[in-house]
């Protein structure tokens, strides 16, 4: 009976240097006709690898912090903008995005999404990087975070001041960030440093020859390792626990 081999094991998420060729040509042309006419480009060389990025990192994801997860179609953020309220009307993103999330807390993102703190990676011609925290929060959560920033500032910022977390992630975003202490909380608070934040994030540059490498998943598994405890005292202050195994 002849031999058979076993099945060949499915490539590595890896983008190609069309992805951001495609990107570009976009930021030209941004509009239905041309993005019809280019849309197997955008489904082979962003969207299937998107995909193929976020199942690998779930998966790995199921080690390094079982909480968090990726789903191929709910993690990956879509191509078409909201233009309902903005002056530029250009239908489409130049960039694309995956977001991995807390499983208690689902893919909400932003003041209207009510989600937790997750991981984030982005993909853009201008500019990749890999990212964690969670971004403007509504009042809710932000309440919460304020909370236990003043219950526990000597500790987040013995996470967020670390040499080796700063050398690597810098400082928070100071994106919307109040001139003053919000209301409640007096000058001289000892999480003063801290309160006047409406986001609560901090990324990495990546380049693209990381990106476009074989590699990229590890190298996302190194940081998101590194980037877990910030990640979790952030849900934490959001009643979302830290888990040792998927359920």
């Known amino acids: 009976m002849p031999r058979t081999r076993p099945p060949a094991a499915s490539p590595p998420p890896h983008f190609g240097p069309d992805a951001f060729t495609f990107l570009r040509a976009l930021a030209r042309h941004n509009s239905r006709e041309w993005f019809t006419a280019n849309r197997p480009r955008y489904e082979a060389g962003i969207r299937a690898p998107m995909g193929a990025l976020v199942e690998e990192m779930d998966v790995r994801l199921a080690s390094i912090a079982p909480e968090i997860v990726g789903h191929p179609r709910r993690s990956m953020f879509r191509i078409h903008r909201d233009v309902r309220f903005s002056n530029d009307k250009s239908p489409y993103k130049t960039n694309a995005g995956?977001?991995?999330?807390?499983?208690?807390?689902?893919?909400?993102?932003?003041?209207?999404?009510?989600?937790?703190?997750?991981?984030?990676?982005?993909?853009?011609?201008?500019?990749?990087?890999?990212?964690?925290?969670?971004?403007?929060?509504?009042?809710?959560?932000?309440?919460?975070?304020?909370?236990?920033?003043?219950?526990?500032?000597?500790?987040?910022?013995?996470?967020?001041?670390?040499?080796?977390?700063?050398?690597?992630?810098?400082?928070?975003?100071?994106?919307?960030?109040?001139?003053?202490?919000?209301?409640?909380?007096?000058?001289?608070?000892?999480?003063?440093?801290?309160?006047?934040?409406?986001?609560?994030?901090?990324?990495?540059?990546?380049?693209?020859?990381?990106?476009?490498?074989?590699?990229?998943?590890?190298?996302?598994?190194?940081?998101f390792t590194a980037l877990r405890p910030f990640v979790r005292w952030l849900n934490a202050a959001l009643g979302l626990p830290a888990r040792d195994r998927r359920y």
């Open 98 to 223: 995956c977001w991995f999330y807390h499983q208690d807390a689902g893919r909400g993102v932003g003041q209207d999404g009510e989600g937790g703190a997750g991981f984030y990676f982005h993909l853009e011609p201008a500019g990749c990087f890999v990212a964690a925290g969670i971004w403007m929060p509504g009042s809710a959560a932000l309440g919460k975070v304020r909370a236990a920033l003043a219950e526990d500032a000597a500790g987040f910022a013995k996470l967020v001041r670390a040499p080796a977390f700063r050398r690597r992630y810098g400082t928070l975003s100071e994106e919307a960030m109040l001139v003053r202490l919000p209301r409640g909380y007096a000058p001289g608070h000892p999480a003063e440093a801290w309160l006047r934040y409406k986001s609560f994030t901090v990324s990495r540059t990546l380049t693209p020859a990381t990106v476009t490498s074989p590699r990229l998943p590890s190298r996302l598994a190194a940081d």
